[in-house]
T-cell receptor
Framework: DQQVKQNSPSLSVQEGRISILNCDYT??????FLWYKKYPAEGPTFLIS?????DKNEDGRFTVFLNKSAKHLSLHIVPSQPGDSAVYFC????????FGKGTRLHILP | DVKVTQSSRYLVKRTGEKVFLECVQD?????MFWYRQDPGLGLRLIYF???????EKGDIPEGYSVSREKKERFSLILESASTNQTSMYLC????????????FGQGTRLTVV
């Protein structure tokens, strides 16, 4: 039973536009959410996180939104750049970190 | 520059062999994790440790064991490797069990033949 779901396996976005990656979770005990970015042949790198007491967190071009009632979070990247092409993993934690299956983002020139 | 180092990038082992995957971190983190990454399945937690000699099962611990004798080192052991354990293995460490600021190693691509 998947507790963290990323329903879009891939997403293509024009360079300069906004990329929106979505994530849903089922376990209401999760109280901390994270996004990781992964390039091929490298380990994931931490991007941004949000605590359940907040509904938005910004870091430069990256913003994460949390909707607790819908058990939904999203990552916004604006403007999208070629180097943003990667696999993005959503993760949620209570006492351990559970990852989604990932969304492959392609930034088109 | 902080680091999580996995001892091998690529490994090929035979079915039935005992396999050790080593992970070392230099950040004095209490918490360390082992994941495997498979196509279409994302990252799945095998085991984690929140202190020296302490370990907890993750979501898919069957066929694996771990060892944490020193704070900086967390080893994943495949007692008798099988072909369905062919995968990318990723080690991570974090100051929080919640994963805040977790750093990952570059991964070990293990092939069991």
């Amino acid at each position: 039973d998947q507790q963290v779901k990323q329903n879009s396996p891939s997403l293509s976005v024009q360079e300069g536009r906004i990329s929106i990656l979505n994530c849903d979770y089922t376990n209401s005990m999760f109280d901390y959410f994270l996004w990781y970015k992964k390039y091929p042949a490298e380990g994931p790198t931490f991007l941004i996180s949000i605590s359940s007491i907040k509904d938005k967190n910004e870091d430069g071009r990256f913003t994460v939104f949390l909707n607790k009632s819908a058990k939904h979070l999203s990552l916004h990247i604006v403007p999208s750049q070629p180097g943003d092409s990667a696999v993005y993993f959503c993760a949620a934690s209570a006492l351990k970190i559970i990852f989604g299956k990932g969304t492959r983002l392609h930034i088109l020139p | 520059d902080v680091k999580v180092t996995q001892s091998s990038r690529y490994l090929v082992k035979r079915t039935g062999e005992k396999v050790f995957l080593e992970c070392v971190q230099d950040m004095d983190h209490e918490n360390m994790f082992w994941y495997r990454q498979d196509p279409g399945l994302g990252l799945r937690l095998i085991y984690f440790s929140y202190d020296v000699k302490m370990k907890e099962k993750g979501d898919i611990p069957e066929g694996y064991s771990v060892s944490r004798e020193k704070k900086e080192r967390f080893s994943l052991i495949l007692e008798s490797a099988s072909t369905n354990q062919t995968s990318m293995y990723l080690c991570a460490s974090s100051f929080s069990l919640r994963g805040a600021g977790a750093f990952f190693g570059q991964g070990t691509r293990l092939t069991v033949v």
